[in-house]
């Protein structure tokens, strides 16, 4: 027999309806007649990419992105309409795939041009990426942008359907650096004879707390379509309360008292000097709870309760102020009663930034969803 059914408790939890309220929210914040592209890579940041981009296409995004080859065919076996751009590199053995799927590619050389050409013979759109000073990809010089958009316009199949760049420091109170980014985007920019169709820089910081001019055609919106800001500095200035969407649960499996002097878990690194209720939960690092977030509160029966002992692979512990039931919900992220624990807090109890926290939440941990209500 087999089954879809989820045995182990364990599971995140995607709330497609915040998704949507953070796209509507942008799109109302946005001028009118800019694009929303919803990034969806690394799994929608760990939400799930399918699910996400469908919510974000009906509360308004008109495009997708993810990072990869392989994310573009997952997100396009099951949406078969929308543009999808893959920002990140992709070999010149993907174009033909690329061009069968209508996957649309970045691209940074007319040498992948002029190789891809040859394996590829259809229509296939590409977005030039340029190095304005990320430098991670891109072309660098005005020389490379005029030969490699020749090398696209010479090449007859090919077509440049868009243009862009990626900012390095939008999300910091100094301009210094990202203003450069800018200059030299619009240097690039006047070089074009034709503009693409899709002109686009803004990343989620850009879109929320810079000049609307930087929004050109089209915004990438992801860190806070998932209802979290990409900085502490872009929280202060958010225009609109964003709505986190990924929460984590599970339940107790086991709950035990152990006496003064005893300790708990591999290394025997928390020992307690009073009669202590441990409870066992089944998450550890093998689903992203990396080891490093010991010490940190989850929520039971509303209450704050910390991980201690070493987290092990598969299952941590929690020490608790009663002798709870097996079976009572344990969050660890998201609210009960009136507590919440967020992503952020999980961040910087791991010394990391919030995006880093449910990308690297395993897919041994479901993730189930849920819609109005
Ligand atoms: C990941 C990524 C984004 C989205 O960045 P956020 O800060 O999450 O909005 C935009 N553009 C590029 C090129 C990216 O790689």
Redo the contacts with the bound molecule.
């Keep these: 027999m087999r089954t879809n059914k989820h045995f182990r408790p364990t599971k995140a939890i995607i709330d497609l309806d915040a998704i949507k309220y953070n796209v509507l929210q942008l799109k109302k914040h946005i001028q009118p007649n800019v694009q929303i592209i919803a990034?969806v890579?690394a799994n929608a940041y760990g939400h799930g990419d399918v699910e996400v981009a469908k919510a974000a296409l009906e509360a308004g995004a008109s495009m997708l992105?993810v990072?990869t080859p392989e994310e573009a065919l997952h997100v396009r076996k099951h949406l078969p309409d929308p543009d999808i751009l893959v920002?990140g590199y992709s070999p010149t053995s993907f174009a033909e795939y690329a061009a069968n799927e209508n996957i649309t590619l970045t691209v940074d050389s007319p040498n992948w041009v002029n190789e891809a050409k040859n394996s590829c013979k259809k229509t296939l759109k590409l977005h030039i990426k340029v190095d304005t000073g990320m430098h991670r990809i891109g072309v660098a010089t005005e020389e490379e942008l005029r030969s490699l958009y020749e090398a696209i316009q010479s090449s007859g199949q090919f077509v440049v359907d868009g243009i862009f760049t990626?900012f390095a420091t939008a999300d910091e109170e100094d301009e210094s650096y990202f203003q450069k980014q800018v200059n030299r985007f619009e240097q690039f920019l006047k070089i074009l004879p034709k503009k693409p169709r899709i002109v686009h820089a803004a990343?989620?910081?850009t879109a929320l707390i810079k000049d609307a001019r930087l929004q050109y055609d089209a915004v990438?919106?992801?860190?806070?379509m998932y209802g979290l800001a990409?900085s502490e500095y872009v929280k202060s200035k958010l225009p609109y309360p964003l709505k986190p969407a990924f929460s984590l649960e599970t339940e107790l499996v086991a709950v035990r008292q152990i006496g003064p002097g005893e300790s708990v878990g591999y290394g025997a690194s928390y020992t307690v000097d009073r009669p202590t209720f441990i409870g066992t939960i089944p998450i550890g690092y093998a689903d992203g709870l990396i080891r490093k977030y010991s010490g940190q509160d989850v929520l039971i029966d509303g209450k704050r309760v910390p991980i201690v002992g070493r987290i092990c692979m598969d299952q941590c512990m929690i020490a608790l102020p009663a002798a709870y039931n097996i079976g009572e919900k344990v969050v660890l992220i998201g609210k009960q009663k009136n507590e919440e624990i967020t992503i952020d807090e999980w961040a910087a109890k791991a010394g990391t930034i919030n995006?880093e926290v449910p990308c690297i939440i395993t897919s041994r941990v479901p993730r189930i969803y849920c819609k109005k209500g």
Excluded: D, F
Excluded at 220 to 224: A, D, E, F, P, V
């Design positions: 990034v890579k992105a990072a920002l990626h990343n989620t910081a990438r919106y992801g860190i806070s990409p995006y």
